[in-house]
């Protein structure tokens, strides 16, 4: 049987084998017809039809974010473009295989005034593909990530990282498809652990599973997520990463403790105002209570006023659109205030009272207080010389009954005694000199100096002539000092007002129809005043804004029949000075210095060395003044 089965089988093999081949034989003659018939292909042919199927780039662009990140922007016609990101050295190389690169878009941009850490970019063909070249500075860290047909590479600078958060932090904005368009992302701080995907149309849940692995936390996903979505992240912290795939697709989260609940952001908007009418509603049918809250240290009036001014305070009608009920009141809140007794009445549900007590307790607290001190030296010092001299000369001739006199002006006549013992001795004969002293020269002290100078007189009397020489001087030297010193205290941020000083009277004339003129008596101040309004800041300084004046009579000035008016010398300084506690500050000075010389002189004769100082009269005046103006602000903190 086992023979027989053997014998029985061994024709089977050839007819095999038979069947084999001529299968083949047929494949291969369809095949040989196949290409006999297809026209033949050229090489010009074949690349057209393979850049006709391939994808191209349609555009490039290249911004930058709000952190400092060079972002770069690669569009394509269509989706299916698998591009690859890695680094050699400081470039950034994109590698785009069998995507084809227009000649327009093969081109270097210099992108050095964005100030991104991308200096220079070089897009150019390689091979049947497309290659760009991201030319770098400094320290960065580079991800990428694809969202349809738009492929986006940030450079973000290692420096501002670290300066956001610790180490192993990376900061990058994210990037969707409406940011790519023109929105600019803000900056946000993530601090989760660095992970890598590389997806290539993957569903959106499968990511989401991933990040709630990476992340140990519970992300629920609501029935509406769907899509796919294709990624490149390179070391991105995963919170960052899920924000990047929410907004490529269009979705928003919410996070409750460990249970994070992702959802399209219609869908999450819808639930949240829906939870909101439900609590308006809830807040509707609530009862209203009444409160009486006692106003200490400020004004009930000025509390109601900043209250009801807020915008989406409760209304005082109802009709009131509920989109302004976000307020310190509710739609049916009320709130009254009584000046006699300076208290608020509320009446509202008791959440918003209870909000109301909490605010008004921080508002109606006491202030610190300044005690502002005021210092105005004013210092005088003056110097004043006068020299000066006066001299006669006058004779006779010596022979009875003839006089002359050599001399210039006018006389003195002579008295008493002496005028009678002259007049003797012209009687008699003799010679005699004229008893008038008649002055070549009279330049006596005078000028600069307010008192009687001091001279030393010389005659000479001869029998032929008289000379008389008078030299006078006089020196003065004053100094002063006047200080005022006002001090106020008041409270923060409110303003102070203190003077001191006298209003003096003068006449003013004023005419009328008829001809008649009418005096009036008015008023002019003269006062010591400062004004300051001090701020506290949190650093415990205090910043004055500051007006200080002083008036001074002079003079008056003497307008015949009309009276007299006064001159006023006035001082006055405002400005703003940000001032220590305690700290003592020159806010202003004015340094005046007045040099003046004077030579009277008989011309000539003045001028000759030693001798002519008996011809001349020289004064010499020096004044000097300086004003200061000093204030010391201190704090007087309240017990709270």
Not at 38 to 66: K, L, M, W, Y
Request: a neutral charge.
């Amino acid at each position: 049987m086992t023979a027989s089965n053997a014998q029985r089988l061994r024709p089977a093999r050839p007819l095999a084998t038979f069947r084999v081949c001529t299968l083949a034989l047929a494949i291969g003659l369809m095949a040989g017809a196949g290409l006999a018939s297809a026209s033949p292909a050229t090489p010009a042919t074949e690349q057209a039809q393979h850049q006709a199927s391939a994808v191209s780039v349609s555009n490039i662009d290249f911004r930058r974010g709000e952190d400092g990140a060079g972002r770069l922007i690669l569009r394509f016609d269509r989706a299916g473009a698998s591009p690859d990101l890695r680094t050699q050295g400081s470039d950034v190389i994109v590698d785009l295989g069998s995507v084809q690169l227009p000649k327009a878009l093969q081109k270097q941009l210099n992108v050095v005034d964005f100030a991104t850490p991308v200096q220079r970019i070089d897009a150019h063909g390689k091979g049947e593909g497309t290659q760009l070249v991201l030319n770098t500075r400094g320290a960065f860290e580079s991800l990428a990530y694809q969202t349809g047909n738009e492929y986006v590479v940030e450079i973000v600078p290692r420096s501002e990282r670290a300066a956001m958060g610790s180490g192993n932090t990376a900061t990058a904005t994210a990037v969707a498809g409406a940011q790519a368009a023109g929105t600019a992302a803000s900056v946000q701080r993530y601090g989760g652990r660095p992970v890598t995907f590389n997806f290539q149309d993957v569903p959106v849940r499968t990511v989401l599973q991933l990040i709630a692995e990476e992340s140990n936390l519970n992300i629920v996903a609501s029935d509406t997520v769907e899509g796919n979505v294709t990624l490149r992240l390179v070391n991105v912290p995963w919170d960052q990463a899920l924000d990047i795939v929410l907004r490529a697709k269009g979705l928003d989260k919410r996070r409750e403790g460990g249970v994070v609940w992702v959802a399209p952001q219609p869908e999450l908007a819808k639930f949240e105002q829906d939870k909101e009418d439900a609590r308006i509603a809830i807040e509707n049918r609530q009862d209203l209570i009444t409160d009486y809250i006692q106003i200490n240290y400020h004004n009930a009036s000025a509390i109601f006023k900043a209250i009801t001014e807020a915008k989406g305070v409760g209304n005082q009608n109802q009709s009131q659109d509920k989109d302004q009920e976000n307020g310190f009141l509710s739609p049916r809140g009320r709130i009254v205030a009584d000046e006699r007794t300076n208290t608020l009445m509320i009446s509202d549900i008791p959440k918003k009272v209870a909000q109301m007590r909490e605010l008004i307790a921080v508002i109606d607290r006491p202030v610190d207080q300044v005690l502002i001190e005021g210092r105005i030296v004013i210092a005088t010092d003056s110097f004043a010389r006068d020299l000066g001299a006066r001299f006669g000369i006058s004779g006779a001739s010596g022979k009875p009954g003839d006089r002359s006199s050599l001399g210039f002006g006018g006389s003195v006549s002579a008295s008493g005694a002496n005028a009678q013992s002259r007049a003797d001795a012209v009687m008699a004969g003799e010679p005699t000199f004229q008893a008038s002293r008649d002055l070549n020269v009279n330049l006596p002290a005078s000028g600069y100096t307010l008192g009687n100078p001091a001279g030393l007189a010389l005659s000479i009397l001869n029998a032929g002539f008289m000379l008389d020489v008078e030299l006078s001087a006089l020196q003065e030297e004053g100094r002063g000092e006047v200080i005022s010193n006002p001090r106020l205290v008041t409270t923060n941020q409110r303003e102070a007002v203190i003077k001191q000083g006298r209003e003096v009277g003068y006449l003013t004339v004023t005419g009328s129809g008829t001809g008649i003129a009418t005096p009036t008596v008015e008023f002019k101040e003269a006062l010591l005043e400062l004004k300051v309004v001090p701020t506290i800041t949190n650093d415990n300084r205090v910043f004055l804004s500051l007006n200080v004046k002083k008036d001074e009579v002079l003079r008056f000035i003497d307008l015949g029949d009309f009276g007299s008016v006064p001159e006023l010398a006035r001082r006055e300084i405002n400005t703003a000075v940000l001032v220590e506690d305690g700290q003592t500050v020159v806010i202003g000075g004015v340094y005046e210095f007045t040099d003046r010389s004077s030579v009277a002189k008989v011309p000539f004769l003045g001028d000759i060395p030693f001798l002519g100082n008996l011809f001349k009269r020289k004064g010499r005046s020096k004044e000097k003044a300086e004003l200061l103006v000093f204030v010391t602000p201190k704090v007087l903190s309240v017990k709270r």
